[in-house]
């Protein structure tokens, strides 16, 4: 996919801000195939675990007469410190109860005033180390998590993104231990359900923009369809309840600048995650039996980040303007736990990694026990962003193969489950 002559002429007349914004919806498009690459060289920023490909010369082409009208200017991006949280999983170790670890995480001050700030709750957990390293060039990441920031207090919520003031609020933070809920269902409330409020309650204070992520879990999986955002919910677990708390207090809130992002199956670097459990029960067992019959979509975590930011930029010109809301975003495409499973079998022997079944066994649900209850089916209609952005969801295989480029280029321990 290339970006068409006329947008890239008109975008070189406009601001570095404008410019900046321009570079990040053609990063939406360019998911399609296999890249998260954006700019260079006078932004000191490419993004991570990617590789320039062949047919993104054409793109490469158009942008460099606008590189050099900011060779310059003096745009900095500063480095990030990822952390990891323990996402869900059906089969997966015990996750504490809050993603975030007892430090607070923050990014560098940009020297240029006129930056953005982006301030990001759970900063330490999984999905956040991947908006951070995904954020633009230039913007002002501030990363607030436990014990500093606890967003289940609400006048500390307030006092502190009071006194910050960011453009932007990105939630990442979550009580996700889907097991764990069911026996601190109401600690499940507060951090997923009441905290989003007061999340909400700052952002309309402040006239800033909130992003906060919801589950496929918000759905009792008894369709045969994709997930629409209007389609009636019905969460079968104290997880997916708590969720749904939170997404009412967003929409209670009268808060009107948000998006409300459903995703599913999420997995990326740094974290625990069913890629990494998988890896580990492959290289200790001859065998390996995992569920068949629940089905969903595997989303890597750089895929919806990329997403987040492409919704942000999306120009406020556009009519209506921009077209705030829920949003469903995944990887393209449904599988099985067992099929992912395969898949990332599949992958390893490719990579060269200890994977000693042959094969995976199909097992029904009924067969892995366990208290809380999964939807059977929670694929997620993409359509609207789709249509809000002209940037498809790449397709989960392919994430699932940028995910092994990337750990094959940069392991982290911290992944190992």
């Not at 409330?189 to 905290?195: I, L, W």
Request: one cysteine or more; glycine letters at 8%.
């Amino acid at each position: 996919m290339s970006v068409p002559s006329n947008i890239a002429e008109g975008a070189a007349r406009e601001t570095r801000a404008d410019f900046l914004r321009f570079l990040f919806i053609a990063r939406g498009s360019l998911s399609e195939i296999e890249t998260q690459l954006l700019i260079a060289e006078n932004l000191g920023y490419v993004a991570d675990n990617q590789q320039p490909r062949a047919d993104l010369a054409s793109l490469r082409r158009m942008l460099a007469g606008l590189i050099n009208q900011l060779k310059r200017q003096r745009v900095t991006s500063h480095p990030r410190a990822p952390r990891a949280p323990d996402p869900r999983s059906p089969v997966t170790d015990h996750q504490s109860p809050l993603t975030a670890p007892p430090s607070p995480v923050t990014d560098h001050p940009s020297p240029v005033t006129d930056h953005p700030k982006l301030a990001l709750i759970g900063a330490s957990g999984m999905l956040a180390q991947a908006v951070r390293r995904a954020a633009p060039a230039g913007t002002e990441v501030v990363g607030l998590d436990l014990p500093a920031f606890d967003l289940t207090n609400r006048s500390a919520v307030l006092d502190t993104l009071g006194g910050l003031r960011p453009q932007n609020i990105v939630n990442c933070a979550a009580y996700t231990d889907v097991e764990g809920c069911e026996d601190h269902e109401e600690l499940a409330h507060r951090v997923n359900g009441v905290g989003v409020g007061h999340l909400a309650e700052a952002a309309r204070n402040l006239g800033a923009t909130l992003v906060h992520l919801s589950t496929d879990y918000v759905f009792d999986g008894a369709g045969s369809e994709p997930y629409r955002e209007e389609a009636p919910t019905g969460p079968r677990s104290a997880y997916g309840r708590s969720k749904l708390a939170g997404e009412r207090a967003l929409l209670a809130s009268g808060l009107a600048r948000y998006y409300l992002i459903r995703t599913s199956w999420l997995y990326g670097p740094g974290g625990k995650n069913f890629v990494e459990t998988m890896l580990r029960l492959a290289a200790e067992r001859p065998e390996l039996r995992v569920v068949a019959d629940q089905v969903g979509s595997p989303t890597y975590t750089f895929d919806l980040a990329a997403a987040i930011f492409t919704l942000l930029a999306r120009p406020v010109t556009r009519h209506p303007s921009p077209a705030y809301g829920t949003y469903h975003f995944a990887n393209s495409g449904a599988t099985s736990w067992h099929g992912f499973a395969e898949a990332i079998l599949a992958e390893a022997r490719g990579a060269g990694l200890p994977v000693l079944p042959e094969r995976v066994l199909p097992i029904a649900s009924a067969d892995y026990p366990q208290r809380a209850a999964r939807p059977a089916y929670s694929v997620l209609a993409t359509a609207k962003y789709r249509a809000a952005t002209g940037a498809p969801p790449p397709p989960w295989r392919e994430g699932l193969a940028r995910y092994f480029q990337a750990r094959s280029a940069h392991p982290d321990p911290r992944s190992q489950s």
